[in-house]
């Protein structure tokens, strides 16, 4: 269910210039317009249109509020109403809204402003990285407080099955995008290639911890642990990493790192509107 605002009262004040913003717990806002939001979201936890006991089980509240509302988010085609049944669901406004937000929406831009977060938390390099055609593509890199003995350029395609951005891509894109890219790094003849059972093996750990871990893999001296960020839609998502020198990557600060690395793609995700299936 979701949860009821605070009440507040309608209505909000600006801040007088000079004001103390730490003394105040919360900005005043406008209770209506929260309340109305709840009837939204409650549309978005279905999977379709929603009849007016629904919407009102979900938001919390009674169905003659939850109905006063959809009048009102009707009227701007916020919300519409099945001719068949009279079920509720999005309306034309708000696909477009939708729409427009998708079309503005830079998945790398919004990523990238969490990194330095995170190297400042972890105090270790962390890099961003994209798919193309021939695997992760490292497209920023944020240096940390311990030197590495080598660093990647952005631009640079990592591999596959060897590094952990790699073994990230390995574990949540379909085996149609990974197995060329593969094949194309790994001839079969190459002695290097993991064994169909180890690929799987590995597909399977990632997916269970969340993250890949790599020890002196790409870079010698270098440990790398990460964790993909899931995008909206069908688009392909995008992965952090952080490389430590593996002299610090103990096992201790390895749980410490992937803690924190989940913990910033979670919200990564958040922001760019994934919402985690249930």
Do not use: C
């Amino acid at each position: 269910m979701i949860p009821l605002m605070s009440e507040q009262v309608d209505g909000g004040e600006l801040d007088e210039p000079g004001a103390d913003r730490s003394a105040a717990p919360a900005r005043q806002g406008i209770q209506s317009v929260e309340l109305a939001m709840t009837v939204l979201l409650a549309l978005e936890q279905s999977a379709g249109p929603l009849s007016l006991t629904q919407i009102a089980a979900l938001s919390g509240m009674a169905p003659s509020k939850v109905h006063r509302y959809l009048v009102s988010l009707g009227r701007v085609g916020l919300v519409s109403q099945t001719r068949s049944s009279g079920a509720y669901d999005f309306g034309p406004s708000l696909r477009r809204l939708g729409a427009e937000a998708l079309r503005r929406m830079d998945e790398v831009g919004l990523a990238s402003e969490y990194l330095p977060a995170l190297r400042d938390l972890t105090r270790h390099a962390v890099n961003l990285a994209v798919w193309g055609d021939h695997g992760p593509v490292i497209v920023r890199w944020d240096y940390g407080a311990y030197p590495l003995p080598i660093t990647v350029r952005v631009g640079a395609t990592m591999p596959i099955l060897a590094s952990s951005l790699g073994r990230v891509y390995l574990a949540y894109l379909p085996a149609t995008l990974t197995e060329p890219v593969i094949r194309a790094q790994h001839p079969t003849v190459d002695p290097t290639r993991l064994s169909d059972e180890e690929i799987e093996r590995i597909k399977a750990e990632v997916r269970r911890d969340g993250v890949a871990i790599t020890y002196d893999a790409v870079i010698p001296g270098v440990s790398s642990v990460a964790a993909p960020v899931f995008t909206t839609g069908e688009s392909l998502p995008l992965a952090v990493a952080v490389a430590l020198p593996a002299r610090y990557a103990t096992p201790e600060v390895l749980r410490e790192v992937a803690a924190q690395l989940l913990e910033t793609t979670k919200a990564m995700s958040a922001e760019i509107g994934h919402r985690p299936a249930h």
